[in-house]
């Protein structure tokens, strides 16, 4: 499989799993009865971006390992025919 499409692959699972997490374990303002003056009741306390981050990363990798194995042990060209086009193994 060309690299390209690995790192195209990974950046779209790694987006849609994160906005995916985004949400859990959030916090507004006005749950925790500390609203900042000049900010919405509903704007996040506390997001923990950088753990939701880290997190994700290594459940994206993981997946990914998946999905990677599933392709290439051509259990994926035999559950779905199609995927041979886009392994670059199609007959010519």
Known sequence: MATP???????MMWWIL???ILPFGVRTQAEEGDVIPGTTESAPKNPQLLKKVIINTIVT?????????FLESGLGAQLFPLVDQFMGNAPS
């Not at 990798?61 to 194995?69: D, E, L, N, Q, R």
Request: aromatic share 32%; glycine share 6%.
């Open 61 to 69: 990798t993981i997946v990914f390992a998946g999905v990677y194995w």
């Open 5 to 11: 499409l690995l790192v195209a692959l990974y950046f």
């Open 18 to 20: 994160f906005l995916a």
